[in-house]
Structures are given as structure tokens and as C-alpha cells.
């Protein structure tokens, strides 16, 4: 089976810095894209961040310029680096990543538990 497992979140005061980092494991063939995706009390979940296997990224327009996702392929590994954070930002992180395993001849999402961020004023 395959694992994503979140980490690096926490509590942060506004302006201030994170870095989240997310590895997939277990029987992998290829990932392609790999992705951050947030949730917040009473909000729908959306996406924040992602990353193709080539390295082209996209963002919401609400983290553009303070948000910077990136990848290592050898590590099955994508990271979020996260700038001048606001109190908007508090929410869960999900990490997402559309992985081909062994066991089957297709790609599907996968997704982690989730890592809190919480930014305070």
C-alpha cells in the first residue's frame, strides 16, 4: 500500500515562517503530480499549492508570493515553504499526489492525515 505522511506544521505568530514536508511511501512505480491542499474550521477544502513531476508549479492566488512548493523525486518527497504567514492561513494541510503503485497499472490521489498550521496575530 502507499503512505503519504505529513509534516513540519505548528504554531507561528503573523509574518512569521513554516516549512511542510510530505513523503510518499510504500510500493511506488511514479508519482506525477504532488500537491498541498488546506482546510479551514467551516471551509471547504482547496487547494493551495502543486507540482508536476517536471517541477512547473501553481498556486492559489492568496499564497502567490509568499508560498513556495517544491519536490525531490528521489525522495518521493514534496515540501511547502511558507512566508510572511497570516492568521488566514490557519488550517489543516493535506498533502495530495496522484502515485501509480505496483499493485495496479493506473494513478489515483492518495492523501496524508493532514498537519495543523496555526498563524496567530
Known amino acids: 500500500q502507499v503512505h503519504l505522511v505529513e509534516s513540519g506544521g505548528g504554531l507561528v505568530q503573523a509574518g512569521g515562517s513554516l516549512r511542510l514536508s510530505c513523503v510518499a511511501s510504500?510500493?511506488?512505480?511514479?508519482?506525477?503530480?504532488m500537491g498541498w491542499y488546506r482546510q479551514a474550521p467551516g471551509s471547504t477544502r482547496e487547494l493551495v499549492a502543486r507540482?508536476?513531476?517536471?517541477?512547473?508549479?501553481n498556486y492559489a492566488d492568496s499564497v502567490k508570493g509568499r508560498f513556495t512548493i517544491s519536490r525531490d523525486n528521489a525522495k518521493n518527497t514534496v515540501y511547502l515553504q511558507m512566508n510572511s504567514l497570516k492568521p488566514e492561513d490557519t488550517a489543516v494541510y493535506y498533502c495530495?499526489?496522484?502515485?501509480?503503485?505496483?499493485?495496479?497499472?493506473?494513478?489515483?490521489?492518495?492523501w496524508g492525515r493532514g498537519t495543523q498550521v496555526t498563524v496567530s496575530s
Open positions: 495530495s499526489a496522484d502515485i501509480r503503485p505496483r499493485i495496479t497499472a493506473r494513478y489515483s490521489d492518495y
Open positions: 510504500g510500493s511506488i512505480v511514479s508519482i506525477n503530480d
Open positions: 507540482v508536476s513531476r517536471g517541477g512547473i508549479a
